[in-house]
């Protein structure tokens, strides 16, 4: 059963002439499942998590989240779930436990079950021993996990987490990705957004990817590398004549799309890189390049967005 | 309610750990009050240094005729009116013997004004002559403006006494020789003349200017007030704005710092939220005014009246504060734009409402001019409770600032609505 259903969302800023960051966004979201929307900066995530917080009035469409309208009942979905955003908000001169007893009260425990939510949380984003010290002298990691840590204390339904991990170190995000999971082993339901491939598909149930305000994709890991089919990703690094050269290998057999890609490569997808391989060599070799590097990925959500956008999707 | 306290107490906790903050909002108060304290002569009353005055007395007694009393010295007078004890605080006079000796104190820096009493003075006063001439003369140092001031109106004092002596002479003279007795005209007009200055030296004749302050309600007299007091009362208003400007400042910080989203997320109204931010405000500048008001009284010995009438006055500065510093807040945009426009509507405020000048105008412009501001009439309101003044003497220095503030507050709530809609 559905505990968040989106239907065609819709967020204009300034309108009439104003950037349509949300373009008609339609998606549901399971009980207990971790459902990712995966997509580049700027594609209209945070700005989606914005309306189903209740934070932005959606131009168009409605949410309903654990039962409750976002555009009618703020108040019960706003008890219904629990925000991280994507910068750490917080108090830096107050400390941890103090930092937790405050937001426990905007989100409205008192007396014992406050104190006794707070204690767990603490145990739980593993910050007892520092819970005195004030937030400016934590690092990064250890305030990105008090920064979650907020959005758990009253026990939330849904927990939306957007980009969570941005800017951390790898011990961090690893940490933060184990909890995310555990979260999701207790029976929470959360909704995530990232534009790390890797991140999305470790996590997520299901995927929704989006790129410019609209949903391209939604589904499974398996059902959206389906998409794809059985290509292989592969990148090619050559002495010269790049332009020319992804010409040419667009052009050979087995080769379903190439592209350059920011960082100067060329970008393959192919239906069986044993027998497409050798071919992309002999056509260089026949222009007067030569290949200097060379990956072969297999399908994944990566390729799944080149092969919907015709772009990749950057990290 | 407590929802908007926890936000409230949140925010008087960050202000007690920023103490850059608590200077400017607390010390710098005391510390200028004390400065301009000090200048103006200590805390308890308004007085200035006396002013240095060289005097040189070239005069001398006119020697009569037969029995007739020797006249007195008109220059004597005039010395003896400037050394008077009424005078000592004012002036500082030390006889010089030469016209030399005079002017080079004043040339040397040691006096701010010398003044030259010329040897014809009574000879003139008490001559029959109606077109003779004397003028004492006063030789100032150009910068010493204020003490030069006070020494030509002290003067002038006695030269009016004696242009009075001498017009009673003339008329007496006028009165013999219409009575045909020319012979004792000339006596007549000089013991006219003595009788006059022998009044001048005593004081007021008959008729006298009676002093009364203005009645308190109760039939309680007004007390004199100590500069100091003044001083700190325009101070604490002043800083009690920048106070209030700096905790409700905290709204634009939060925006920026995406604590104010955040809490838009949680179940906490956003009208729970703007109330817990005023009274923060509110509380802020409560615990600032208790706390200048106290050290007030420890430090500068201020009386500052009766706990009833000071009590409410607090309370109404702090709301005018508080709704005044939301209301600022609530039309910018950012920090930078909150510290300069902020500044630039609390200083011409302060300007305008008396913070720097007092109240002390009364019947003038800037005294109008004063009333149109919330802190002018909260001064006119510390004026009165440090002169003794209860609650009924501040009705309405109390009304006029709470109406500014609800008009701020409204200002503000209607401002914050349609930003945060």
Known sequence: MAIVEVMELRKQYDP??????????????????????????????????????????PSGGDARVAGHSVVNEAQAVKEAIGVVPQDVALYPDMSARENLVFWGKMYGLRGEELTRRV??????????????????????????????????????????????????????????????????????TILYTTHYMAEAQELSDRVGIVDHGKMIAVGTN?????????????????????????????????????????????????????????????????????????????????????????????? | MSRVLAIAFKDLRSTARNIPALAMMLAAPLALSALLGF??????????????????????????????????????????????KDLKDILAVTSKPTVAAARKSVDDGKSAVAVIVPA?????????????????????????????AITQS??????LAFNGARAAAVAAQSLALSAGNGARAGALAGAAAAAYVHQSERGSGGLTVAQRPPELTGGKKSKDIGVTGLVLAGMMVFFMFFGASNVARTILDEERAGTLPRLFTTP?????????????????????????????????????????????????????????????????????????????????????????????????????????????????????????GGVGDIVLPLLVPLAFAIVFFAIAVLRFRRRFA
């Not at chain 1, 949300?22 to 580049?40: K, Q, T, Y």
């Not at chain 1, 184990?178 to 979260?183: Q, R, S």
């Not at chain 2, 005069?59 to 009569?64: A, K, L």
């Open chain 2, 120 to 148: 014809d003075l009574s000879k003139v006063l008490f001559g029959t002559n109606a077109t003779a001439r004397s003028a004492i003369e006063l030789y100032q140092n150009p910068t010493q403006t204020v003490g030069a």
């Open chain 2, 154 to 159: 002290v003067v002038g004092q006695s030269l």
């Open chain 2, 268 to 388: 906490t109204s956003r009208q729970l939220i703007l109330g817990g931010k005023f009274t923060s405000t509110f509380l802020t500048v409560l615990v600032q005014a208790i706390v200048l008001v106290v050290a007030g009284r420890l430090f500068f010995s201020i009386q500052w009246g009766a706990l009833s009438a000071v009590s409410l006055l607090i309370l109404v500065a702090a709301a005018v504060a508080a709704s005044l510093g939301l209301m600022v807040i609530s039309l910018v945009r950012t920090p930078a734009q909150a510290g300069a426009i902020g500044g630039g509507v609390y200083l011409v405020l302060a300007l305008l409402g008396g913070n720097f000048a007092g109240t002390a105008q009364s019947g003038t412009t800037y005294a109008t001019v004063q009333r149109l501001t919330p802190n002018g009439w909260l001064l006119v309101g510390w004026n009165s409770t440090l002169r003794g």
């Open chain 1, 16 to 57: 009439p002439k104003g950037v349509l960051a949300v373009d008609g966004v339609s998606f549901e979201i399971a009980e207990g499942e971790i459902f990712s929307l995966l997509g580049p900066n700027g594609a209209g995530k945070s700005t989606t998590i914005s309306m189903l917080s209740c934070l932005l009035r």
């Open chain 1, 119 to 188: 204690d767990e949380v603490l145990e739980l984003i593993t910050l007892v021993d520092r819970q005195k010290d004030r937030l400016e002298k934590f690092s990064g990691g250890m305030k990105r996990r008090v920064n979650i840590g907020v959005a758990l204390l009253h026990k939330p339904r849904v927990l939306y987490l957007d980009e969570p991990t941005v800017g951390i170190d790898p011990q961090s995000r690893r940490s933060i990705l184990d909890g995310i999971l555990a979260l999701r082993d207790q029976g929470m």
């Open chain 2, 39 to 84: 200048a103006f002569g200590g805390g308890n009353g308004f007085s200035i240094a006396a002013t240095k005055v060289a005097v040189v007395n070239l005069d001398r007694s006119v020697p009569t005729a037969g029995a007739q009393p020797a006249q007195p010295a008109a220059g004597q007078t005039v010395v003896g009116i400037m050394n008077s």
């Open chain 1, 222 to 315: 398996e059902e959206l590398v389906d998409i794809v089919g059985a290509e292989a990703h592969v990148v090619l690094s050559i002495d010269h004549y790049l332009e020319g050269m992804v010409q040419r290998w667009s052009a050979v057999k087995g080769v379903t799309k190439a592209m350059i890609d920011e960082e100067q490569h060329a970008v393959l997808l192919v239906q069986d890189a044993n027998e497409v391989l050798p071919r992309l060599f002999e056509a260089a070799a026949a222009a007067g390049s030569r290949i200097t590097e060379v990956s072969v990925t297999e399908p994944n959500l990566e390729m799944v967005f080149l092969h919907l956008t015709g772009r990749a999707l950057r990290e």
